[in-house]
């Protein structure tokens, strides 16, 4: 599908008035439809949450609008589970999905009553010492091996490694765990696995759906447990490439409810709550980086240097992803230019893009990259000395509002105690 930015030329500069670039804006309106179409689409579960896995944009005021729409948190961080609590999530509106979990971290989400998901056996004796059993537990489940879905509709083939991968744990350890966990007093057990990250088929949520939903009346006849919940987690993905299928959010529910009523209700298990603890797929499209062009350069390539780099938006340099980019006012200029279009990292791989074919780029034309609202602001870092820029709202009133001020130097030193030294920041 062609991409569209959400935001025009005449509002960003408008927007630039106030806040300088680099910054990440995020569209409410569209965020908030979204939500709307996911709670839709999984209307025939009663129970069904989605918990917004708050690694991906950790802002309290995204956050609060999710909640507004129904959504809790997915938590996996004492820092995450605060941020969530200050803005008034609590109890069953936390998952605390971690893994590697610290003591403190543990005993926080205990606290809060979030419903607490473990990644491992050993998790078990664990939470018996530092808080007690809960009378609702989830343990995650990874069924080791590959995940393989055949080429969809679309053409799309999804493939992952769960073999390879550090989180969850077998079938038989799934099933001591909820036989000790219910020794210890738990009463309902809910179930989470994640399996493919950032699929672009729509059978990607149903085929995941379906091992958990038969794994859960095994494990229900194995262990004589209540299941109330199964987690789908998160891996539905966005279409950050023109060329790529859009999953379809209303198909991907209603293929899971249908395994849900060919797996679960003949077994008597009808009361079984759907969550979902998805991301990129609530926040990426509605998210958008915003920077300058600071300077072209002409070797044996052709360079666009941008205000912003790699530390604002990690993704392209670290795992080579794909970001659409649009050049603000120049929509429908041909892209007959080829372009690398860099940060000012001291690091080759600082490229938002490679190769790229774009209109023709000149100093301070305004550089939109698309769908950073997952995974982009919030995996930057101060390599370099670069400091984290600001995020900014477009409320659904066109008007826009600072939702985190850019990083200052005296933030950056703030770790530092300079007090025996001579040296002076100011
Ligand atoms: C990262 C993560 C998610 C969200 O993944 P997306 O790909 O952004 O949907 C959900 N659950 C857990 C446990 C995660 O680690």
Redesign the pocket.
Known sequence: MQKTPFLSKEQAQDIIKDIPTPFHIYDEKGIRENCRRLYKAFSWNKGFKEYF?V??TPNPYLLTILKEEGCGV?C?SLTELVMSEACGFKGSDIMF?SNVTPEEDMKKAYELGAYI?LDDINFVPFIERVTGVPETICCRYNPGGTFELAASRTGVQVMDNPGEAK?GMSEDQMADAFTQLKKDGAKHFGI?A?LA??TVSNEYYAELASILFQLAVRLRDRCGVHISFINL?????VDYRPEEPTNDIMIIGDLVRRKYEEILVPEGMDDVAIFT?????MMAPYGALIATCLHTKHIYKDYIGLDACAANLMRPAMYGSYHHITVLGKENDPCTFKYDVTGGLCENNDKFAVDRMLPEILPDDLIYIHDTG??GFSMGYNYNGKLRSAEVLLKEDGSHQLIRRAETMDDYFATFDFSPYRFNTK
């Open positions: 896995a690694k991906a997915d996996s999905s998901n989180y989470h994640f990250s950032n987690s998160g891996g539905i993905g603890e998805l991301g990129r797929y997952a995974h």
